[in-house]
């Protein structure tokens, strides 16, 4: 066993059947912040919501500027290497709500954001200059996934949970690196409590938005691969399950229709009773990072490159080494 592991065992016990808010209720939001971010948000996930929370949520940054520096006219890991372009965008997240953002770990996962938002920014200057969208993902991190849950009458977070989420996303915001070389948290206020970063999401998607090819494009494609997913009869249902969780201001400046009222109804009510059967049940005893080394361990699949390098001694630098396609978002 790892020495992670014998810590966590050391520290956890997961035998009992709601262990996780057991857990919680024993820990400090303030202290224990990354810890109970952790419990709160990787052990109920799986491969199904991860592609669901891409497909609902990548849509929502290629609105405006940025979606030219994501297409790269036709040439951007979204469009050519879509399977690839999840899987590192999931296990970023997955890597800072495992380890916090404190670890080495998250330090390693943002220096290849930093070294790739440098590397692009010199072709596509404008596309980063917006502080707002930069604050926006970050957000969308803390309260994103969460508020759409919420808005099909689901329990939002615990008053615990929410302070160390605040916590989270304040700490996650010291260590991206603006195009002006400083880091962010010292260019942008940021918010200092839950209400405020949920403020600041309905504030951001209340922006008025116009139509460009690039984000027509991007949005698209997510649509169109994770519809994909799904046997051809409820591929009209998949782009739904996606669809019936944008905001309206998404649907004209992408082009795109949105789902009618029948189908967005049975899209939100089968999301809500797959996360209310899954609340019901025993708390899961491993998490879906977890479950990611359990099975590349078992089969010898190598686990995401982004995850790989997270985890390595040597980092960022060890990863382009051996994968020059880590460099290419």
Same mark, same amino acid.
């Given at each position: ?19 996780? &808010? ?8 303030? &202290? ?11 052990? /109920?996930?799986?491969? !199904? ?31 050519? #290497?879509?399977?690839? /372009? ?34 692009? @920014? ?48 304040? #700490?996650? @915001? ?9 880091? !962010? ?42 519809? #994909?997913? !799904?046997? /051809? ?6 782009? @739904?399950? @996606? ?7 998404? !649907? ?78």
């Amino acid at each position: 066993m790892s020495e992670d592991r014998q810590r966590t065992h050391q520290s956890e016990n997961r035998s009992s059947y709601r262990w996780i &808010r057991e857990r919680i209720e024993k820990l400090d939001p303030v &202290r224990d912040y990354a810890e109970i971010v952790k419990l709160s948000t990787l052990f /109920r996930m799986n491969q !199904f919501m991860g592609n669901w929370v891409f497909a609902v949520t990548m849509p929502r940054f290629t609105i405006g500027p940025s979606a030219s520096a994501i297409a790269r006219d036709g040439k951007g890991k979204l469009l050519v #290497k879509h399977d690839r /372009r999840i899987d590192d965008t999931t296990n970023h997240f997955l890597v800072w709500a495992e380890h916090g953002p404190e670890s080495p770990q998250t330090l390693r996962s943002t220096e290849i954001i930093n070294t790739l938002h440098v590397k692009w @920014a010199k072709e596509y200057p404008a596309e980063f200059e917006d502080p707002d969208l930069w604050l926006y993902v970050i957000a969308w991190e803390v309260c994103g996934p969460t508020s759409l849950l919420m808005s099909l009458g689901l329990p939002g977070p615990s008053e615990k949970e929410q302070i160390a989420l605040s916590l989270f996303g304040q #700490k996650l @915001a010291e260590l991206f690196i603006y195009i002006d070389g400083r880091p !962010f948290s010292q260019v942008y206020p940021i918010p200092t409590s839950y209400d405020e970063w949920v403020a600041y999401v309905h504030k951001y998607e209340s922006r008025p938005w116009t139509r460009n090819s690039d984000t027509v494009v991007c949005a698209n494609n997510v649509l169109d691969n994770f519809e #994909k997913s !799904f046997p /051809r009869p409820l591929r009209a249902f998949g782009r @739904a399950l @996606a669809t019936s969780f944008w905001y309206e201001h998404m !649907f004209s400046c992408n082009g795109i229709k949105p789902p009618g009222r029948v189908i967005r109804w049975a899209a939100r009510t089968f999301m809500k009773g797959m996360v209310s059967i899954g609340n019901l049940m025993p708390d899961p005893k491993e998490s879906f990072p977890e479950k990611l080394r359990r099975e590349s361990a078992t089969t010898g699949k190598p686990l995401n490159t982004v995850m790989r390098a997270t985890q390595c001694p040597m980092g960022f630098g060890a990863m382009k080494a051996a994968d020059p396609e880590s460099q290419k978002q």
